[in-house]
């Protein structure tokens, strides 16, 4: 299979915010790795049997229900101990599985930002596609600068699925983050933060993996 390229990402600590208010927290995340790329259309035909139209561009219309299947046949495929168990419509993630799953939000901002302080770690339009660049799907990972931990296309091209509820007290919807290739670029942030509900696939929302120690 198309090799996973993850990145370390050290442990430390940043304030997380939310573009919807002023508010914002202190989060501190341990050491974890996470994926250079988001996940590909030839990745997710090679575990799934999805085919792939176009290779190199990042998969999409995955529900989160799919997105954690596919961690769990990546972890299979390398011998690694799936992380997600299920239950009917319930999901339990084992923490102590060395297998591939979704990061935590706390994870996605933590490495998203890079060390950055501001909302994004670069100019836009060298580092995110966003709905400025009159795209109609997203384009080929790889193309736009990294961040400081050697992440690409983690801000634009097409938000990302990450383990937690939107709102543990209202319903099951799942978050994603960072803003897609149709979004303006105003909202293209680390601080953007969306939802829908786990059977739902988007066409600018994908699937970046992570793996080891959980945020603390």
Do not use: K
């Amino acid at each position: 299979m198309t090799d996973m390229e993850m990145a370390r990402i050290p442990a430390g600590r940043v304030l997380r915010g939310d573009m919807r208010g002023s508010e914002r927290r202190e989060i501190v995340v341990s050491e974890f790795e996470i994926g250079v790329f988001p996940v590909t259309e030839e990745q997710v035909a090679e575990l799934l049997g999805i085919p792939a139209r176009h290779p190199r561009r990042p998969a999409v219309d995955l529900s989160w229900f799919r997105a954690i299947r596919l961690c769990n046949a990546l972890s299979e495929w390398e011998g690694l101990d799936p992380v997600y168990r299920f239950d009917g419509e319930e999901v339990h993630a084992d923490a102590e599985s060395d297998g591939f799953r979704l990061p935590t939000e706390d994870e996605w901002e933590y490495a998203c930002r890079a060390g950055a302080t501001g909302s994004t770690y670069g100019p836009i339009r060298e580092i995110a596609w966003t709905a400025a660049d009159g795209l109609r799907a997203p384009v080929d990972v790889g193309a736009r600068l990294p961040n400081l931990f050697g992440l690409f296309d983690i801000l634009g091209n097409v938000a990302e699925w990450c383990e937690d509820l939107v709102d543990p007290e209202r319903g099951n919807a799942r978050v994603f983050r960072g803003g897609g290739w149709n979004d303006a670029p105003a909202v293209v942030r680390a601080t953007t933060r969306r939802g829908g509900g786990p059977r739902d696939g988007f066409d600018d929302v994908g699937v970046r993996v992570a793996r080891g120690a959980r945020d603390s």
